[in-house]
């Protein structure tokens, strides 16, 4: 049982110090002595969980996009209302951004590598797929005009939320992430949501993307 510990603990200072180095370098920059030196592990420690710089950046996206979801969870109830449980979603987006190392390194190696998956499923497929059934009920729900098509919708929102983050990443703005996020939803929902309900929802958004949230 010890020995598993150490063996686990060790796979997770690799991932930590991983992520830090191809958040900091990039994927194609990184190296595995960096990431040794970064690990604070043995050349042996490394190998004995990872056989490659590809493998372990996916064993990281693997991570990163567990500790995503599981944030996610939170807001994925099926008595949330799906609207809230959108703006939600990208809540969780600005948070990690700002406070986890794992995903901010997980969001950056899906576009560096190149198939935007880890070892499984192609990520944004799947939250297309979660983006779809939200919308869906949100139109059940009455939370979006009759003239919308709730999957052009739920593809746009992902595109949003992905974009917004992206964007900011790319230009230095991660500071501003929480601002540019609610403001693209204060443009959005006039758009999406029926009239009696828009000040409710930006009123919502607010809140949770507030910076001191």
Same mark, same amino acid.
Do not use: C
């Given at each position: ?10 796979? =997770? ?11 900091? +370098?990039?994927?194609? !920059?990184?190296?595995?002595? *960096?990431?040794?030196? *970064? ?7 490394? %190998? ?8 372990? $950046?996916?064993?990281?996206? @693997? ?12 807001? +994925? ?5 799906? &609207? *809230? ?7 969780? $987006? ?20 190149? /198939? %935007?998956?880890?070892?499984?499923? $192609?990520?944004? @497929?799947?939250? &297309? /797929? ?12 009455? /939370?979006?005009?009759?003239?919308? /098509? ?7 929102? &992902? ?16 500071? =501003? ?8 939803? !204060? ?12 000040? %409710? ?10 910076? @001191?949230?």
């Amino acid at each position: 049982m010890v020995r598993q510990e150490r063996a686990e603990a060790t796979r =997770d200072s690799v991932l930590r110090g991983a992520a830090g180095v191809f958040l900091r +370098l990039g994927y194609a !920059n990184a190296s595995l002595s *960096e990431i040794i030196a *970064e690990s604070q592990v043995t050349k042996g420690a490394l %190998y004995f969980h990872f056989g490659s710089k590809e493998e372990l $950046a996916r064993a990281v996206i @693997d991570e990163g996009s567990a500790r995503f979801d599981a944030k996610s969870e939170l807001w +994925l109830d099926r008595r949330t209302p799906a &609207l *809230e449980s959108l703006i939600g979603v990208s809540s969780v $987006a600005v948070d990690t951004a700002a406070h986890d190392v794992l995903v901010r390194a997980t969001f950056r190696l899906l576009v560096e590598i190149g /198939d %935007y998956r880890g070892s499984g499923p $192609a990520t944004f @497929d799947v939250w &297309l /797929d979660i983006f779809r059934d939200l919308a869906t009920r949100a139109a059940d729900e009455g /939370d979006l005009k009759s003239d919308v /098509d709730s999957s052009d919708i739920a593809r746009f929102l &992902l595109q949003m939320v992905t974009g917004v983050r992206l964007i900011a990443s790319a230009t230095g703005t991660m500071r =501003d992430l929480s601002e540019s996020m609610k403001t693209s939803w !204060n443009i959005i929902l006039p758009v999406v949501v029926p009239e009696s309900k828009v000040e %409710y929802f930006r009123q919502f958004a607010a809140r949770r993307l507030s910076s @001191d949230h």
